[in-house]
Antibody, heavy 122, light 107 residues
Framework: QVQLVESGGGVVQPGRSLRLSCAAS????????MHWVRQAPGKGLEWVAV????????YYADSVKGRFTISRDNSKNTLYLQMNSLRAEDTAVYYC???????????????WGQGTLVTVSS | SSELTQDPAVSVALGQTVRITCQGD??????ASWYQQKPGQAPVLVIY???NRPSGIPDRFSGSSSGNTASLTITGAQAEDEADYYC??????????FGGGTKLTVL
């Protein structure tokens, strides 16, 4: 079955960096766009970034543009999110999610990983 | 960037029908997807595309769209449907946007 497992979360000081990983299994990873979505404590879902199936296209939310970088390694079936210049408002559970459509993306996210918590605090 | 607007809270009597709506300009060009999230759990896709249900989603969940408004309808709401529901869609710039979420209470 399709499985997504995030890792790399933790407590980090403001201004520092962190890299999240998402290990994928159970599907042809190289055929699907992948997303990162976050959820601050007690708040709603916020889309963060998408990367196309081959890594050639990447889009970001305005709130993270210039600070976060999404990437993927199709040989390792792994998605990444490099987060730099972290701020307190980046504190959230970060989910990776697979796009439902093959080769394209419409924001149809299925399934989602279990999430990894990032806390930005001094 | 585009925005999607949802009512913060909706309630429904057990066994009755409830509609949750989502409004935004991006919905004129792209279908909304709908997600169910229960406390402490990751979101689950319940409706996508014109009106598609992933495997395992009960057929009491359905979706529709008109103009800039998308709707999720639960026909015969069950106690286990009590959850937060989010809509999202892609927009013309290639980014994706989520609505603020609707808390559904089943009375």
């Amino acid at each position: 079955q399709v499985q997504l497992v995030e890792s790399g979360g933790g407590v980090v000081q403001p201004g520092r960096s962190l890299r999240l990983s998402c290990a994928a299994s159970g599907f042809t990873f190289s055929s699907y766009g992948m997303h990162w979505v976050r959820q601050a404590p007690g708040k709603g879902l916020e889309w963060v970034a998408v990367i196309s199936y081959d890594g050639s296209n990447k889009y970001y939310a305005d709130s993270v543009k210039g600070r976060f970088t999404i990437s993927r390694d199709n040989s390792k079936n792994t998605l990444y999110l490099q987060m730099n210049s972290l701020r307190a408002e980046d504190t959230a559970v970060y989910y990776c999610a697979k796009e439902e459509a093959v080769l394209l993306w419409f924001g149809e996210l299925d399934p989602w990983g279990q999430g990894t918590l990032v806390t930005v605090s001094s | 960037s585009s925005e999607l607007t949802q009512d913060p809270a909706v309630s429904v009597a057990l066994g009755q029908t409830v509609r949750i709506t989502c409004q935004g300009d991006s919905l004129r060009s792209y279908y909304a997807s709908w997600y169910q999230q229960k406390p402490g759990q990751a979101p689950v896709l319940v409706i996508y595309g014109k009106n598609n249900r992933p495997s395992g989603i009960p057929d009491r969940f359905s979706g529709s769209s008109s103009g800039n408004t998308a709707s999720l309808t639960i026909t015969g709401a069950q106690a286990e449907d009590e959850a937060d529901y989010y809509c999202n869609s892609r927009d013309s710039s290639g980014t994706v946007v989520f609505g603020g979420g609707t808390k559904l209470t089943v009375l």
